[in-house]
C-alpha cells in the first residue's frame, strides 16, 4: 500500500510540474501553487525525485524565496506590481460582494509580502558592500 502512494505522489508531482511549467508561458494559468504542490507530492513520494526537482531553474527561480521567507527588492517589487494589477482587473470586473472579497484577500497578500516576508539584499548591493569593506 505504501508503494501505491508513493507512486501516486510521485505521478502527481509530475501532473503539477507540468502544469506549473505551463503556466509560466500562459499568465491564465498560475505557476507558483503548481510549483509548491510538486515540491509537496516529490518530497513524500521520493527523496530522489525531490532532490532532483530542488535542483531545477523553475524550483530556484519561482519557488525558492518563497520558501526562504526573504526575496530580493526587485523580485518582492515585481510581485506586488503583478498582484496589484491582478486583483485591480478583478475588482473591476466582478459584482459588489465578489470586490469584497478580493480586496481582504488582496489586503492579506500585500500585508504577508510587505511585512512578513525579509527583504533580502540584491546580488549588487551585496558586492558593493563587500568592496566597501
Given at each position: 500500500?505504501?508503494?501505491?502512494?508513493?507512486?501516486?505522489?510521485?505521478?502527481?508531482?509530475?501532473?503539477?510540474?507540468?502544469?506549473?511549467?505551463?503556466?509560466?508561458?500562459?499568465?491564465?494559468?498560475?505557476?507558483?501553487?503548481?510549483?509548491?504542490?510538486?515540491?509537496?507530492?516529490?518530497?513524500?513520494?521520493?527523496?530522489?525525485?525531490?532532490?532532483?526537482?530542488?535542483?531545477?531553474?523553475?524550483?530556484?527561480?519561482y519557488i525558492e524565496q518563497a520558501v526562504k521567507k526573504s526575496m530580493d527588492r526587485?523580485?518582492?517589487?515585481?510581485?506586488?506590481?503583478?498582484?496589484?494589477?491582478?486583483?485591480?482587473?478583478?475588482?473591476?470586473?466582478?459584482?459588489?460582494?465578489?470586490?469584497?472579497?478580493?480586496?481582504?484577500?488582496?489586503?492579506?497578500?500585500?500585508?504577508?509580502?510587505?511585512?512578513?516576508?525579509?527583504?533580502?539584499?540584491?546580488?549588487?548591493?551585496?558586492?558593493?558592500?563587500?568592496?566597501?569593506?
Amino acid at each position: 500500500m505504501r508503494k501505491v502512494v508513493k507512486a501516486v505522489c510521485i505521478g502527481l508531482g509530475f501532473v503539477c510540474f507540468g502544469l506549473g511549467a505551463v503556466g509560466v508561458v500562459l499568465p491564465i494559468l498560475p505557476t507558483t501553487p503548481f510549483l509548491l504542490a510538486a515540491a509537496f507530492f516529490f518530497a513524500n513520494g521520493s527523496e530522489r525525485f525531490h532532490q532532483w526537482f530542488v535542483s531545477t531553474t523553475l524550483y530556484k527561480r519561482y519557488i525558492e524565496q518563497a520558501v526562504k521567507k526573504s526575496m530580493d527588492r526587485k523580485s518582492k517589487r515585481n510581485m506586488l506590481v503583478t498582484l496589484g494589477i491582478i486583483f485591480l482587473i478583478g475588482i473591476i470586473f466582478s459584482p459588489l460582494f465578489a470586490k469584497i472579497i478580493i480586496l481582504v484577500i488582496a489586503a492579506f497578500h500585500f500585508y504577508y509580502f510587505l511585512f512578513r516576508v525579509k527583504t533580502a539584499p540584491q546580488e549588487n548591493e551585496t558586492i558593493a558592500a563587500a568592496e566597501a569593506e
